[in-house]
Every structure is written in structure tokens, then in C-alpha cells.
């Protein structure tokens, strides 16, 4: 490399692997090439121009940038309609919008795919958490367990519903920080086709963060009646700097735009104060930034494996998020990896990651992350528990080559450290 100092041998490595990842990465181009085509197509439908980027103030009354956003956002994620908005401050925000949006005192959700996302836990109030959880408004909350190899369990999941009256089906598709399979759109179509089979008016949603534009078609386009997302994450794109979106079905959508800003008012208000050609350009920006990301994961996944990690999904295995675990076995490991990939960030590559004890974690976490949009993690960054096995995960990349960067300093400074080594065996394959 001309720019950065790493092993003769790693560089070596590093050849070999681009070769052996080419075939995944032309099924990549064919996926991103699909959905930019998508998007494009959608925003010369929409005839978005100047007047779309432009800024609103105070209430924010018909701001078409906004609402010409949310019609293209819907045609995005295969939905009727959408809310795309800044003022959304996280993903677990916006999935709370869309929850209490649909679910009424006395209703019951299901969960279909074991213990959600660590947030929302919360949210639902599974714990027992009352304050303002959805159990301090009385929804009732139960799920199916995930079977011993991490799918879920069509059975139970047809019989609790054939039983029992449920509002709603919530299914998580990524992983998020387990180590179960991430849902693919054929596995998320199978639970659409089960929960509508016994429960047609059971209302599905779909927790997308991380899948958004990673195959071609999404939760909506299978069978699901919501999804929701964080714009700090795929659909931002890596310029949105914050915001998230909720798609579906009109009149749920609708729902959520009353708990959204106030019942009655729903999706007229909302000043966009400048922030609609980020959102644009994000969205635009995104099944690109999306392959790319992607890749990255690919390619760790490949140069990973050769040096003898256990890493999730293989290099080779189909994918439904962005998101790549790799078991380093010991604490040295783990620091090391997350220190050298934060060497590689375009942002504090000069600051060094320690391990430290995260609110809501009960074991110190480290955490590599040198981005443009504080906590974005469609940019690439890297984390994990310190604990046994030493798994971190890690997802983004603005760019592969630029990806590529922070992976191979991550393995440089585990190679500096003594703690891995590239073997001849590893340049064979
Ligand atoms: C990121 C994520 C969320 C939301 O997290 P925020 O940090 O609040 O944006 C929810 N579910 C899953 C599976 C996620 O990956």
C-alpha cells in the first residue's frame, strides 16, 4: 500500500482475497445497480427539482420536500405511504412511534423472533420497566423464542396466533448484536404468508433497520403491513445526520403521524429547517453506500476467515443486513482489532478506543468508530462486549476502499501485537 504501513504478506493476503470475493461482488453490483435504478426512477416520477431542497420553518406547513420525500421513501421500501423526518432522534424512537402508533390499551403484540433489539426491551417494557413502556399502557407482551439454530419457529408462531387474538406480529430482520442468522426477505415472506394464514387482520411490522436496500425487495413488497428504520443507518445513505421513517399501509402510517406530532394534525407539520437535500441526497446516495458497505463486510468476512477467525455470515453466505461478526478469541484481540481499524477512520483516527462500562451493558464494551455523523454505523466502525468468545461486530463503509483501509490497519495492529499471524497456508486457496 502507498499510504499506509502493512505487512508484505498481509498485502499479499489482501490480493488473494479481492480475487476470491469477485463473484460476491458482482452479485453485490447487481443488487445496488437494481435498487439505484430504483430510487432514480422514482425520483423523476416525483419531479423533485430545486423547489424540494428548499427550507421550512415554524409549523412547516406544505413543505413539499417533505412530502415529496415521503412519497418516494414509500415507493423505496414497496409501501403505500411513509414519514421520513429528521425530527425521528434514533431508530428506537421511530419504532416507538410506529408501536404506539397502532397498539391500543388491551392489545397484545407477538414477537416472533426471539428477544428483540437491546432498546427496545424497553419499549415494550419486557423487564417490567413501567415508565411509559407500552406495558404501563397496557399492551401485552409475548414472544416466540427463536429455535436451537436462531430461526424462528414457524410452528408455535401459527398455533400462538391461531389461539390467541394479537394486534400485532413484530418481526425483527437484523440480527443486531446476536449471533442468530439475520432474516432474509424470503424468510420474512414465509412469516407474512404464516401470521396472515391463521391472523388476517393481525397487523405485521417489521423492524428494518440495517436491511434497508441490501436485496431487492423489502419487508413491504412481501407481505408486511409496516416497517421502520434509522436514517443514521442504510437509507441515510451516510449523509442524512440524523432522522428515521416508518412505511406501510396508508391508514397505519397515518396512525403513527398522529402519535407522531399530535392526533389530528399527523404529518402537516414538521419544519425541515434545510435538512431536505441531506435527506435527498442521502436517500439517492444509499443503495450505493448500502453495496459498498456490504463488500466491506464481504471482504472482512474473506480476509478474516483465512487467518483462522470464526466470522458470521461466511463470505460466501447469503446476506440480509450489513453486519459482520468476527470471534477474536481474547481481550488483547479485541482491543487491538478496534484500535487499529479506528487508526484507519477519516475522522479521530488519532484517538485510541478503551474499553469502558456503557450504561445498560454488563460487561465493558469497545468501540472503534471515527465517523462524519456521531454513532452512524453505515460508516464503518467495529464493537463488541469484552467477554467471552471476544466477538466484535462491525458494519458501514462509506466507501470499500476506503473500508478496506480500516480493516486491513485492524489486522496490522493484531499482526504488531503478536496475536495473529499471516501463514503461508492462509495465501493458498
Ligand atoms: C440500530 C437498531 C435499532 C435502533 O437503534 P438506535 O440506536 O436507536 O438507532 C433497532 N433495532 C435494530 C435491530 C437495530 O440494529
Same mark, same amino acid.
Given at each position: 500500500m502507498n499510504f499506509f504501513k502493512i505487512d508484505e504478506k498481509l498485502e499479499a493476503l489482501d490480493k488473494r482475497i479481492i480475487e476470491k470475493v469477485r463473484p460476491q461482488f458482482e452479485y453485490i453490483d447487481a443488487i445496488t445497480e437494481y435498487n439505484q435504478q430504483k430510487v432514480l426512477s422514482s425520483f423523476i416520477k416525483h419531479k423533485v427539482s430545486a423547489v424540494h431542497l428548499g427550507v421550512s420553518t415554524g409549523y412547516g406547513y406544505?413543505?413539499?420536500?417533505?412530502?415529496?420525500?415521503?412519497?418516494?421513501?414509500?415507493?423505496?421500501?414497496?409501501?403505500?405511504? $411513509? /414519514?421520513?423526518?429528521?425530527?425521528?432522534?434514533?431508530?428506537?424512537?421511530? +419504532?416507538?412511534? &410506529?408501536?404506539?402508533?397502532?397498539? @391500543?390499551?388491551?392489545?397484545?403484540?407477538?414477537?416472533?423472533?426471539?428477544?428483540?433489539?437491546?432498546?427496545?426491551?424497553?419499549?415494550?417494557?419486557?423487564?417490567?420497566?413501567?415508565?411509559?413502556?407500552?406495558?404501563?399502557?397496557?399492551?401485552?407482551?409475548?414472544?416466540?423464542?427463536?429455535?436451537?439454530?436462531?430461526?424462528?419457529?414457524?410452528?408455535?408462531?401459527?398455533?400462538?396466533?391461531?389461539?390467541?387474538?394479537?394486534?400485532?406480529?413484530?418481526?425483527?430482520?437484523?440480527?443486531?448484536? $446476536? /449471533?442468530?442468522?439475520?432474516?432474509?426477505?424470503?424468510?420474512?415472506?414465509? +412469516?407474512?404468508? &404464516?401470521?396472515?394464514?391463521?391472523? @388476517?387482520?393481525?397487523?405485521?411490522?417489521?423492524?428494518?433497520?440495517?436491511?434497508e436496500f441490501v436485496e431487492k425487495l423489502e419487508p413491504c413488497d412481501v407481505g408486511a403491513d409496516l416497517c421502520a428504520g434509522s436514517l443514521i443507518k442504510n437509507p441515510g445513505g451516510g449523509i442524512a445526520p440524523t432522522g428515521g421513517y416508518i412505511a406501510g399501509k396508508k391508514e397505519l402510517v397515518e396512525k403513527c403521524a398522529a402519535r407522531m406530532t399530535c392526533p389530528g394534525v399527523g404529518r402537516e407539520v414538521g419544519a425541515t429547517l434545510g435538512l431536505n437535500r441531506e435527506l435527498y441526497l442521502g436517500l439517492f446516495s444509499a443503495p450505493h453506500v448500502v453495496g459498498e458497505s456490504l463488500k466491506t463486510a464481504v471482504y472482512s468476512a474473506a480476509i478474516l476467515g483465512a487467518l483462522g477467525y470464526e466470522v458470521s455470515p461466511e463470505y460466501d453466505e447469503k446476506r440480509g443486513d450489513i453486519i459482520e461478526s468476527v470471534t477474536l478469541g481474547s481481550r488483547d484481540a479485541m482491543v487491538a482489532f478496534c484500535q487499529g481499524m479506528q487508526m484507519g477512520a477519516p475522522v479521530d483516527s488519532f484517538v485510541t478506543p478503551e474499553p469502558w462500562n456503557m450504561p445498560g451493558y454488563d460487561d465493558p464494551v469497545i468501540m472503534a468508530a471515527g465517523a462524519f455523523t456521531l454513532g452512524s454505523s453505515i460508516e464503518l466502525s467495529a464493537d463488541g462486549p469484552l467477554r467471552p468468545p471476544y466477538a466484535a461486530w462491525m458494519q458501514g463503509g462509506l466507501n470499500f476502499h476506503s473500508a478496506k483501509c480500516g480493516v486491513l490497519l485492524a489486522i496490522q495492529s493484531m499482526i504488531d501485537k503478536g496475536l495473529t499471524r499471516v501463514r503461508p497456508q492462509s495465501l493458498n486457496f
Amino acid at each position: 500500500m502507498n499510504f499506509f504501513k502493512i505487512d508484505e504478506k498481509l498485502e499479499a493476503l489482501d490480493k488473494r482475497i479481492i480475487e476470491k470475493v469477485r463473484p460476491q461482488f458482482e452479485y453485490i453490483d447487481a443488487i445496488t445497480e437494481y435498487n439505484q435504478q430504483k430510487v432514480l426512477s422514482s425520483f423523476i416520477k416525483h419531479k423533485v427539482s430545486a423547489v424540494h431542497l428548499g427550507v421550512s420553518t415554524g409549523y412547516g406547513y406544505d413543505d413539499p420536500g417533505r412530502d415529496t420525500l415521503e412519497k418516494i421513501m414509500a415507493e423505496c421500501m414497496g409501501a403505500e405511504d $411513509s /414519514l421520513i423526518r429528521h425530527s425521528f432522534a434514533s431508530g428506537t424512537h421511530t +419504532l416507538t412511534v &410506529a408501536l404506539f402508533g397502532i397498539l @391500543r390499551p388491551g392489545d397484545k403484540v407477538l414477537v416472533l423472533t426471539g428477544r428483540p433489539y437491546d432498546t427496545i426491551t424497553g419499549v415494550f417494557g419486557i423487564d417490567g420497566e413501567s415508565d411509559g413502556s407500552l406495558r404501563d399502557f397496557g399492551v401485552e407482551y409475548h414472544e416466540i423464542p427463536l429455535l436451537p439454530d436462531g430461526t424462528p419457529d414457524i410452528n408455535s408462531i401459527r398455533s400462538e396466533l391461531a389461539w390467541n387474538n394479537y394486534k400485532m406480529a413484530y418481526i425483527q430482520r437484523s440480527r443486531g448484536y $446476536s /449471533l442468530r442468522p439475520t432474516l432474509t426477505i424470503d424468510k420474512i415472506e414465509e +412469516l407474512c404468508k &404464516a401470521v396472515k394464514s391463521v391472523s @388476517r387482520d393481525t397487523v405485521i411490522m417489521v423492524d428494518n433497520c440495517y436491511g434497508e436496500f441490501v436485496e431487492k425487495l423489502e419487508p413491504c413488497d412481501v407481505g408486511a403491513d409496516l416497517c421502520a428504520g434509522s436514517l443514521i443507518k442504510n437509507p441515510g445513505g451516510g449523509i442524512a445526520p440524523t432522522g428515521g421513517y416508518i412505511a406501510g399501509k396508508k391508514e397505519l402510517v397515518e396512525k403513527c403521524a398522529a402519535r407522531m406530532t399530535c392526533p389530528g394534525v399527523g404529518r402537516e407539520v414538521g419544519a425541515t429547517l434545510g435538512l431536505n437535500r441531506e435527506l435527498y441526497l442521502g436517500l439517492f446516495s444509499a443503495p450505493h453506500v448500502v453495496g459498498e458497505s456490504l463488500k466491506t463486510a464481504v471482504y472482512s468476512a474473506a480476509i478474516l476467515g483465512a487467518l483462522g477467525y470464526e466470522v458470521s455470515p461466511e463470505y460466501d453466505e447469503k446476506r440480509g443486513d450489513i453486519i459482520e461478526s468476527v470471534t477474536l478469541g481474547s481481550r488483547d484481540a479485541m482491543v487491538a482489532f478496534c484500535q487499529g481499524m479506528q487508526m484507519g477512520a477519516p475522522v479521530d483516527s488519532f484517538v485510541t478506543p478503551e474499553p469502558w462500562n456503557m450504561p445498560g451493558y454488563d460487561d465493558p464494551v469497545i468501540m472503534a468508530a471515527g465517523a462524519f455523523t456521531l454513532g452512524s454505523s453505515i460508516e464503518l466502525s467495529a464493537d463488541g462486549p469484552l467477554r467471552p468468545p471476544y466477538a466484535a461486530w462491525m458494519q458501514g463503509g462509506l466507501n470499500f476502499h476506503s473500508a478496506k483501509c480500516g480493516v486491513l490497519l485492524a489486522i496490522q495492529s493484531m499482526i504488531d501485537k503478536g496475536l495473529t499471524r499471516v501463514r503461508p497456508q492462509s495465501l493458498n486457496f
